[in-house]
């Protein structure tokens, strides 16, 4: 029984980094829209891959030109999951949420306008 246990641990665990590799997709275009969350950056970008993701200090990778604040820079990169951003200006901050269904920035490279 010990054996089973050992052996589903060791396949889960080697295999984990594939199944969230396989669960990203790609973000291809110009930046639309930037709001400002208590959990990172909501960034709305358009086509061609475009969607609403966010971004999470510490968590996702920004490189050159690291310029994600810019309305009609153009981006690339991953996003995984599905996740919310939880509002900065509420009642109460950071209690109301909003849906991100792009999921959470992995890696993004901007332009340099």
Do not use: D, R
Not at 73 to 95: D, E, F, Q, R
Request: proline letters at 4%; charged letters at 5%; aromatic letters at 8%.
């Amino acid at each position: 029984m010990a054996k089973i246990i050992i052996v589903t641990i060791v396949v889960v665990w080697l295999t984990w980094p594939g199944l969230i590799l396989a669960q990203q997709h790609l973000i291809g275009g110009q930046i639309q829209k930037v709001t400002i969350c208590c959990n990172g950056l909501e960034i709305k970008v358009g086509s061609p891959n475009g969607g609403t993701f966010l971004f999470v200090p510490k968590v996702s990778t920004l490189y050159p030109f690291y310029n994600i604040f810019t309305k009609g820079v153009w981006v690339l990169g991953t996003a995984y999951g599905k996740t919310v951003c939880l509002n900065v200006i509420a009642t109460i901050p950071c209690t109301k949420s909003t849906l991100v269904t792009g999921g959470i920035i992995n890696i993004i490279g901007t332009s340099s306008l």
